[in-house]
C-alpha cells in the first residue's frame, strides 16, 4: 500500500493486493490478490477477489461482490450491492461428494468498458462484456454484452435505448413524464358506480 491511500482500519486489505495511489477504502472492506486504481473509492462491504482488476478513478458502491475473472475499467460507477457472477453451474462438490477444488469449475470472464455504469442491486451473469459508457438499471438481471452507450434494464436485462457519449442523467425527468401508478379500479369508481 502507498502512503496517499486511505485504508479504514477496519478495512482487510491482503498483502497481495495491489492499490493504486489516492485509493480510499472503507470499513468492512475485504480485498486479496486483486487490483485498484488511483483514485478509486471502495464503499463498506465490499469484496473483491483474488485476480479481480479495478481501474482507476472508479466508484464502488457498498456492499457489492467483485468476484475473480471480473475486469473494470477506469472510470467505472458500480452501485450499491451489484453482485458478479463467474460460475456459471455452481456446485459445492463434485459427483464423488468431494469438496470442488479451483481445477472443478470453469471460470467464465466479464469485462466492464471505462465509464459504464451500474446500478444498486444489478446482477451481471458470467462471461458478459459491458460496454463503455454503458447504463444497467438498478436490479437488474444482465445476461448478454450491453453495447456501448446502451441503457439496459429489468429481468433479464432488456435494451431501452443507446445514448450518446457524454450522456448524462443529472438532469432528472420532469415528474409529469414519469408514470405513476394506477389506483386498482373499485365499484366506486365506475362512472355508473355499478358493481361488475
Ligand atoms: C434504468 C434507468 C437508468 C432509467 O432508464 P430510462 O430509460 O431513462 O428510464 P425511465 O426513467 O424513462 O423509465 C422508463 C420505464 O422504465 C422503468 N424503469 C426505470 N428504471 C427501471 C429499472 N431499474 N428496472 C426496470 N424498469 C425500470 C420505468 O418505470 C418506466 O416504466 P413505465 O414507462 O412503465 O413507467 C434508471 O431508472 C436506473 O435504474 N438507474 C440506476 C439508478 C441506481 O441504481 N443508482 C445507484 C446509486 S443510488
Request: with cysteine; net charge negative; aromatic share 6%.
Amino acid at each position: 500500500m502507498n502512503d496517499l491511500s486511505q485504508v479504514s482500519p477496519h478495512a482487510c486489505v491482503a498483502q497481495d493486493v495491489r492499490l493504486g495511489t489516492c485509493v480510499r477504502v472503507s470499513a468492512f472492506v475485504n480485498l486479496y490478490g486483486c487490483e485498484v486504481g488511483d483514485d478509486t473509492r471502495i464503499g463498506a462491504f465490499v469484496e473483491v477477489q483474488s485476480g479481480a482488476r479495478i481501474g482507476s478513478r472508479c466508484k464502488i458502491s457498498s456492499h457489492t461482490f467483485i468476484c475473480q475473472g471480473v475486469t473494470i475499467e477506469d472510470e467505472v460507477f458500480v452501485g450499491h450491492g451489484v453482485v458478479f457472477i463467474n460460475d456459471r453451474t455452481p456446485h459445492a462438490t463434485n459427483p464423488d461428494g468431494q469438496p470442488q477444488s479451483e481445477s472443478d469449475w470453469q471460470l467464465e470472464e466479464t469485462v466492464v468498458r471505462r465509464r459504464a455504469s451500474l446500478g444498486s442491486g444489478a446482477i451481471i451473469m458470467c462471461g458478459v462484456e459491458i460496454g463503455e459508457g454503458a447504463m444497467v438499471g438498478a436490479g437488474a438481471l444482465v445476461t448478454h454484452d450491453v453495447p456501448p452507450y446502451a441503457i439496459v434494464a429489468g429481468v433479464p436485462a432488456r435494451l431501452r435505448r443507446i445514448t450518446t457519449p457524454g450522456f448524462t442523467s443529472a438532469e432528472p425527468k420532469p415528474l409529469e413524464s414519469r408514470g405513476a401508478f394506477k389506483k386498482d379500479a373499485s365499484p366506486a369508481d365506475e362512472p355508473d358506480g355499478s358493481q361488475r
